[in-house]
């Protein structure tokens, strides 16, 4: 998307024509709509007050100082290969650096001592396979993303691909795009590796790595890497995805699932219906000639109430599972250490969407459905004034789904909604999408990686899902696996200008610098090969 194409005045539009329709259509439409029944947002409710304790979970026990003293020494090479990784541009939406980005995953799994190592060809990006064969009893996946998001470099403190170490109020951080979503975290768990095999010669599990660089697009080809290795995978005995859980007061957030996400483009081009068809046209025709750009923001203000905030497709909140006993335990437990001030502050937002708070933010966050307008583009919005009809206008728009909802489905409500609303020439252009995911404390994996916690962390939170989403129904639903996101430290400015990822905290702060973040990975990896 070239940002002078970008028409930041249609979110105004939106709201003053949430009441619209398709244009020629829209008697028919107002008279349907007046005696369908109103659509609202489903109600989710806690049936008990328990809530899940996870120091209940004895702490890991096993002490590896070898291991750990080969870390604190090799500490400057170690923050050497995070520059390294940072320093090399892989934009995805942009193919900006990528098979160079995909080569250096694999060359560096080589250099680490895996077996097999190889780029596997999707129909998009190249996804990375490694192997590590320890012939141990355990085997553990490893899901890793190399590629970032977009930048724009004169919104940074520091460039965003020079990975400079700054003074910070946190401490000295990596700024960099990809700090902490996610290369900062990978390359510091390939670090444990490292020094595991250094100084024992071996894994104390068999790893696998199954790395793509497609996780910014929504992941639409991930499934022909899973294609490539899947008989090998379906051995593993649970997934690990690299990240940073803490939180600037130490305590840890762990998550046990995603939302589902569905993403694509609505357009409104002139055609037979109306409007310019070939090029813009002067903006004095406007009063005799119907407008693409209007067009689409009646569209898309048809799809949800003035505010924005509930869904009008009919059937969109269908078939959602509402929070199980053990997720409304989880619930009960996160919300205990929910610091809502702290989470507004950090994104610059005032309240929440009908001044919810506490536990009933976390349940709207995890169980309904989202419609959001990524971005919409059209005419000109250059210096000055140039008075044009556009002949074209296109949003992206993105879905988080609940449990529940299938992104095909989802999409295909949409489109017989805005067909009943008379807007059967406005084009839909699905660019990804995927279902929720989910795993269970109570699986192995899970509880190995909560002792561990417990050993470097005085609190940690645990949350069903995320409102976020990533391609983990892949290992959950298709391989049947559990999956665990999982790691210390604390980062912040994913998909944002100043991304960073703290490496040496402050005197007495709780949150854990590099060296103990990878001395924590190494007691997941033995954690989890004692299960």
């Given at each position: 998307?070239?940002?002078?194409?970008?028409f930041?005045?249609?979110?105004?539009?939106?709201?003053?024509?949430?009441?619209?329709?398709?244009?020629?259509?829209?008697?028919?439409?107002?008279?349907?709509?007046?005696?369908?029944?109103?659509i609202?947002?489903?109600?989710?409710t806690?049936?008990?007050?328990?809530?899940?304790?996870?120091?209940?979970?004895?702490?890991?026990?096993?002490?590896?100082?070898?291991?750990?003293?080969?870390?604190d020494?090799?500490?400057?090479?170690h923050?050497?290969?995070?520059?390294?990784?940072?320093?090399?541009?892989?934009?995805?939406?942009?193919?900006?650096g990528?098979?160079?980005?995909?080569?250096?995953?694999?060359?560096?799994?080589?250099?680490i001592?895996?077996?097999?190592?190889?780029?596997?060809?999707?129909?998009?990006h190249?996804?990375?396979?490694?192997?590590?064969?320890?012939?141990?009893?355990?085997?553990?996946?490893v899901?890793?993303?190399?590629d970032v998001?977009?930048?724009?470099?004169?919104?940074?403190?520091?460039?965003?691909?020079?990975?400079?170490?700054?003074?910070?109020?946190y401490?000295?951080?990596i700024?960099?795009?990809?700090?902490?979503?996610?290369k900062?975290?990978?390359?510091?768990f390939l670090?444990?590796?490292?020094?595991?095999?250094?100084?024992t010669?071996?894994?104390?599990?068999?790893?696998?790595?199954?790395?793509?660089?497609?996780?910014?697009?929504?992941?639409?080809?991930y499934?022909?890497?899973?294609?490539a290795?899947e008989?090998?995978?379906?051995q593993?005995?649970?997934?690990?995805?690299?990240m940073?859980?803490?939180?600037?007061?130490?305590?840890?957030?762990?998550?046990?699932?995603?939302k589902?996400?569905?993403?694509?483009?609505?357009e409104?081009?002139?055609?037979?219906w109306?409007?310019?068809?070939?090029?813009?046209?002067?903006?004095?025709?406007?009063?005799?000639?119907?407008?693409?750009?209007?067009?689409l923001?009646?569209?898309?203000a048809?799809?949800?109430?003035?505010?924005?905030?509930?869904?009008?497709?009919?059937?969109?909140?269908?078939?959602?599972?509402?929070?199980?006993?053990?997720?409304?335990?989880?619930?009960?437990?996160?919300?205990?250490?929910?610091?809502?001030a702290?989470?507004?502050?950090?994104?610059?937002?005032?309240?929440?969407?009908?001044?919810m708070?506490?536990?009933?933010?976390i349940?709207?966050?995890?169980?309904?459905?989202?419609l959001n307008?990524d971005?919409?583009?059209?005419?000109?919005?250059?210096?000055?004034?140039?008075?044009?009809?556009?002949?074209?206008?296109?949003?992206k728009?993105?879905?988080?789904?609940?449990?529940?909802?299938?992104?095909?489905?989802?999409?295909?409500?949409?489109?017989?909604?805005?067909?009943?609303?008379?807007?059967?020439?406005?084009?839909?252009?699905?660019?990804?999408?995927y279902?929720?995911?989910?795993?269970?404390?109570?699986?192995?994996?899970?509880?190995?990686?909560?002792?561990?916690?417990?050993?470097?962390?005085?609190?940690?939170?645990?949350?069903?899902r995320?409102?976020?989403?990533?391609?983990?129904?892949?290992?959950?639903?298709r391989l049947?696996?559990?999956?665990?996101?999982?790691?210390?430290g604390?980062?912040?400015?994913?998909?944002a200008?100043?991304?960073?990822?703290?490496?040496?905290?402050?005197?007495?702060s709780?949150?854990?610098?590099?060296?103990?973040?990878e001395?924590?990975?190494v007691?997941?990896?033995?954690?989890?090969?004692?299960?």
């Open positions: 998307m070239k940002t002078q194409h970008f930041p005045l249609v979110a105004i539009s939106l709201f003053l024509l949430a009441a619209c329709d398709g244009g020629k259509h829209s008697a028919e439409h107002q008279e349907n709509s007046t005696t369908a029944p109103a609202q947002r489903p109600v989710f806690i049936d008990t007050d328990k809530a899940f304790d996870p120091s209940a979970v004895a702490a890991y026990t096993g002490d590896h100082q070898t291991i750990y003293a080969h870390i020494s090799a500490l400057p090479a923050i050497g290969a995070l520059q390294r990784w940072l320093r090399q541009p892989s934009i995805s939406a942009q193919n900006q990528i098979q160079a980005m995909a080569e250096m995953v694999r060359d560096d799994l080589a250099d001592g895996f077996q097999e190592t190889a780029l596997i060809p999707t129909d998009g190249p996804g990375v396979w490694g192997y590590f064969d320890a012939g141990a009893e355990k085997t553990l996946l899901y890793m993303m190399y998001q977009p930048v724009n470099p004169d919104d940074w403190d520091s460039p965003p691909f020079e990975a400079n170490i700054l003074d910070h109020e401490g000295k951080v700024m960099a795009r990809g700090a902490v979503n996610q900062g975290p990978e390359r510091a670090n444990a590796l490292e020094s595991i095999i250094a100084v010669g071996t894994l104390p599990v068999n790893l696998m790595i199954a790395a793509e660089g497609e996780e910014e697009l929504g992941s639409p080809h499934p022909q890497i899973v294609d290795y008989a090998r995978m379906r593993a005995d649970g997934v690990l995805f690299p940073a859980v803490q939180r600037p007061d130490g305590n840890a957030s762990m998550l046990l699932g995603v589902g996400i569905l993403y694509f483009e609505l409104s081009r002139g055609g037979p109306g409007g310019p068809q070939t090029a813009e046209i002067h903006g004095s025709y406007k009063a005799i000639v119907d407008s693409p750009t209007l067009r923001i009646q569209a898309i048809s799809l949800t109430t003035a505010e924005g905030n509930t869904i009008l497709v009919p059937g969109y909140y269908d078939g959602i599972r509402p929070p199980t006993t053990e997720e409304q335990e989880l619930i009960n437990g996160a919300a205990a250490q929910y610091d809502e702290r989470i507004q502050a950090s994104l610059g937002v005032a309240r929440w969407i009908d001044d708070h506490g536990r009933d933010a349940v709207e966050s995890l169980y309904q459905p989202s307008v971005g919409l583009w059209s005419g000109y919005t250059g210096e000055g004034t140039k008075t044009i009809l556009p002949h074209i206008a296109t949003a728009m993105d879905s988080r789904l609940p449990v529940g909802i299938d992104p095909d489905e989802a999409l295909a409500k949409i489109r017989r909604h805005l067909d009943a609303g008379g807007f059967q020439d406005i084009t839909i252009r699905k660019l990804s999408g279902p929720a995911a989910q795993t269970s404390v109570a699986a192995p994996l899970v509880q190995a990686t909560i002792s561990v916690y417990n050993k470097y962390t005085q609190g940690l939170a645990i949350q069903p995320i409102p976020g989403s990533a391609p983990f129904y892949q290992f959950t639903d049947g696996l559990p999956l665990v996101p999982a790691g210390l604390y980062g912040n400015g994913a998909h200008p100043n991304e960073f990822f703290l490496i040496e905290p402050t005197p007495g709780a949150v854990k610098g590099l060296a103990d973040i001395k924590a990975y007691d997941m990896i033995y954690a989890a090969s004692e299960q």
